[in-house]
Every structure is written in structure tokens, then in C-alpha cells.
């Protein structure tokens, strides 16, 4: 089982059209006969026009061959393709092995979820991921190492059923992640997101 993290970079003011052409057109063309759709967020904080999609598949060759699948399709290439390449300006691609995998949140929804991008010092990112699951942070859900797309990094889902607590909580304070694992970390981005409505997540 691997997980696929996608990260797609909008031009200004896309968001709503895209958000439209993924709900109304690609999810349920996939449906989950290609890949199995985890989550689907919009940015708020961080990179505010990025999408975030989570999808999981048996395999490296089952995912290629779910995309050469895609692609022979007349209603992906004609409906969604053609709608959604005018709207993007870059896409990003993780491939994720779960070191803690992927749960529900214990809280009822809707929830602000937190994504963490941990770059891990050369060598260091199996160390660093052990040591973010013994910290057990509330809201953790989910956490992953890289293999392929950005190597070397941590891969961190928080849901938050309360936003203002998460604001008491500081990566850089004392207690933070960036202070206790700083000798294993090279740098942290961080995005606040909210989930789509065709998001199982919510």
C-alpha cells in the first residue's frame, strides 16, 4: 500500500472553479476504481491557492496503471483535463510510506486540518518520524515518510475540531516540535486547510 500526495499550485482566484470541476467531474469519474480518495482540502494558510489531495493505492504499478486508465478516458482527457490545466501553475507529487497510518478524527467534523512538511535532515527522516509519533500531538492523524517526489521528508496531517487551540500550541516554542527535534530537522512549511465537500475527511 502506498499513499499519493498531491499538491496542486491555482493561479489567482481559480480556486472555486477548480474545487467545482474536482466535485462535479473527477471524483466521480474515479470513483474508487482509480485509487482511493483519503482527503481533498483547499488551502487557507500557508500556500493559500494550493489544493491537497490524499489518494491511496495497492501499488506503484496498480497507480500507473490507474493512469494510463485515466488518461484513455475521453470524459477525463475532454471534461476535467481541458477544464483544470488552464487554472493550475504547478503540481507537486509525494509518494508516502504511513508510519502512522492514516485515522479519523476522534472529534466530530467539520474540523481545520493542519498539514506539516517536515524536511529532515540527510538520513534523518525515519528518526524524526519515530520521535513525532511518540510526541502523540493532539490531533495527530496521520504521518509519513517520503520516497519519491521531495525526498527525505515528514509528512504530518493534524485535525483540529478546535481552532483556536491549536494557537495556544507553537512549532518554535519551548515545547515545540521545531525545539525538541531541531538537531533532525532543516525546515518546516506548514498549511491550514480546509476539506472540500466531496472530501471523505470533513
Not at 60 to 86: C, F, H, N
Not at 120 to 136: S, T
Not at 160 to 181: E, I, K, N, Q
Request: hydrophobic content about 45%; aromatic content about 6%; glycine content about 6%.
Amino acid at each position: 500500500m502506498i499513499d499519493e500526495l498531491r499538491i496542486y499550485t491555482l493561479r489567482p482566484g481559480a480556486m472555486p472553479r477548480y474545487l467545482d470541476l474536482a466535485a462535479k467531474v473527477a471524483v466521480p469519474i474515479r470513483g474508487d476504481r482509480h485509487g482511493t480518495l483519503l482527503g481533498f482540502w483547499s488551502n487557507e494558510a500557508g500556500a493559500a491557492n494550493s489544493v491537497v489531495n490524499l489518494w491511496r493505492h495497492r501499488s506503484l504499478e496498480s497507480r500507473q496503471a490507474v493512469r494510463r486508465t485515466l488518461e484513455a478516458l475521453p470524459a477525463w482527457r475532454e471534461q476535467y483535463l481541458a477544464g483544470v490545466r488552464p487554472l493550475m501553475l504547478r503540481q507537486i507529487v509525494r509518494f508516502l510510506d504511513p508510519v502512522l497510518p492514516l485515522a479519523a478524527p476522534t472529534t466530530p467534523g467539520p474540523h481545520l486540518y493542519e498539514q506539516r512538511l517536515f524536511r529532515a535532515r540527510a538520513g534523518e527522516a525515519a528518526r524524526l518520524a519515530e520521535a513525532l509519533a511518540r510526541d502523540g500531538e493532539p490531533g495527530q492523524i496521520a504521518l509519513w515518510t517520503s520516497f519519491a517526489g521531495p525526498i527525505n521528508e515528514v509528512v504530518q496531517l493534524l485535525a483540529h475540531a478546535d481552532p483556536a487551540a491549536r494557537f495556544t500550541r507553537s512549532l518554535c516554542g519551548p515545547d515545540g516540535a521545531m525545539v525538541r527535534h531541531a538537531a533532525l530537522v532543516e525546515e518546516v512549511e506548514t498549511s491550514l486547510m480546509l476539506p472540500a465537500p466531496h472530501s471523505p475527511l470533513r
